[in-house]
């Protein structure tokens, strides 16, 4: 985990000037400080332990059925771009002796989002993340999310999405796991 103390307050005047703007303009003064914080409010899943998160939430249980978390809003800038992607992340696992509090997982989530990600990776730092501290019977992590560097600029496909998986354990192994879970999300 990295911690940011530095002031990226320069680097965005230097930013603005470079792409021909006047950083002393009346609308701009106050946009390399608002830059600053909103850059490290979008990128504040760095000085978080994921690990931390859940083990803080685990709990001894005797339940063995699937456990869904879906629709968990996602907000995270690709790392290419640093342009937004938004959708959906839906977070299923069959527990194995241990649960976790569900709020975490949405908070699991959101650590992963607030970085610069790959949606691809993501999805699977969901999934491991689950599968190392629950250490459950199965993950599955299914992420579908649009993304601006697609929609604003490049190809600019506006009706596109993206959607990755990852399945683990049970998930990958038992395809009735796999349909139950497709369905569950799709209710």
Do not use: W
């Amino acid at each position: 985990m990295s911690t940011r103390t530095g002031d990226l307050s320069p680097l965005i005047a230097d930013l603005l000037s470079g792409i021909g703007e006047d950083p002393s303009r009346e609308g701009l003064v106050d946009t390399p400080e608002r830059v600053d914080k909103s850059l490290k409010y979008l990128t504040k899943g760095y000085a978080e332990d994921p690990v931390e998160v859940l083990n803080d939430a685990l709990f001894t249980e005797d339940y063995n059925e699937m456990v869904v978390v879906k629709n968990i809003k996602i907000f995270s800038l690709c790392e290419h771009h640093m342009l937004p992607f938004v959708g959906v992340a839906h977070v299923a696992y069959l527990p194995d002796g241990k649960i976790v509090g569900l709020s975490k997982i949405a908070r699991l989530v959101d650590i992963f989002a607030r970085r610069l990600q790959v949606q691809e990776r993501m999805t699977m730092q969901i999934a491991e993340t689950i599968n190392k501290v629950l250490q459950p019977r199965g993950v599955g992590v299914i992420i579908k999310a649009e993304h601006m560097c697609m929609q604003m600029r490049g190809v600019e496909k506006q009706d596109s999405s993206a959607i990755t998986s990852a399945m683990l354990g049970h998930f990958r192994s038992h395809q009735e796991t796999r349909a139950e879970f497709m369905k569950l999300i799709e209710t």
